[in-house]
């Protein structure tokens, strides 16, 4: 039986200024906020899903339910869900969105 190995070390995210850049703000941006209790940034092309969860975590102080990210002409985006009990428009709140 072949039993799995991990390649690589988890990361540890020591500074998340250095991930995540700026949020990324549009209508349907908007609209995730309010529906999928989601936010959306523009993280560095480098950065990893588990690194852009651990920054947003270590920045806001909320638990990540999942991250997706795309790659766009600005860079590359990263839709990060976050759990029932925190709220997006609050932390939105705080970094000035609304």
Excluded: W
Excluded at 58 to 76: D, P, R, S
Aim: hydrophobic residues 40%.
């Amino acid at each position: 039986m072949y039993i799995r190995v991990a390649k690589y070390k988890p990361v540890v995210i020591k500074d998340p200024y250095n991930v995540i850049m700026h949020p990324y703000v549009t209508e349907k941006t908007m609209m995730l906020i309010e529906k999928n209790n989601s936010l959306a940034f523009i993280v560095k092309d480098t950065s990893t899903k588990n690194g852009i969860k651990q920054a947003v975590e270590k920045l806001f102080e909320c638990k990540v339910k999942n991250v997706n990210t795309q790659m766009m002409k600005h860079g590359k985006l990263a839709i990060v869900s976050l759990e029932p009990e925190f709220s997006a428009s609050d932390i939105g709140m705080r970094m000035g969105i609304f």
